[in-house]
Nanobody
Framework: QVQLVESGGGLVQAGGSLTLSCAAS????????MGWYRQAPGLQRELVAR???????NYPDSVKGRFTISRDNAKNTVYLQMNSLKPEDTAVYYC????????????????WGQGTQVTVSS
């Protein structure tokens, strides 16, 4: 059993900052990439930030320069620092981890958190 538990969402004014955290726990052998996605009402879920086990990151242009993803491998935790927030950043943010639960598995599979609401007021 694997759980991803997010925290840190909330209401913030435009221009403000928030930091999201996501801790993975349970039967984990290794974690590959971790990431954050978001989904606004009526829209598809989209990638916000992704970080590999080696620390390489990628961001879409919509958040580049404003959001920073990081991870603490010892704690199986990924963070998302969000600065200069805009109303269009309002969405439910989901944590994702591609991980293996056993040494016998050759490939990881994706696990998701329950989501945390981020609301940016104008």
């Amino acid at each position: 059993q694997v759980q991803l538990v997010e925290s840190g969402g909330g209401l913030v004014q435009a221009g403000g900052s928030l930091t999201l955290s996501c801790a993975a726990s349970g039967s984990i052998f290794s974690i590959n990439a971790m990431g954050w996605y978001r989904q606004a009402p009526g829209l598809q879920r989209e990638l916000v930030a992704r970080i590999t086990s080696g620390g390489s990151t990628n961001y879409p242009d919509s958040v580049k320069g404003r959001f920073t993803i990081s991870r603490d491998n010892a704690k199986n935790t990924v963070y998302l620092q969000m600065n200069s927030l805009k109303p269009e950043d309002t969405a439910v943010y989901y944590c994702n981890a591609n991980l293996r639960t056993s040494i016998n598995l050759s490939r990881g599979r994706d696990y998701w958190g329950q989501g945390t609401q981020v609301t940016v007021s104008s």
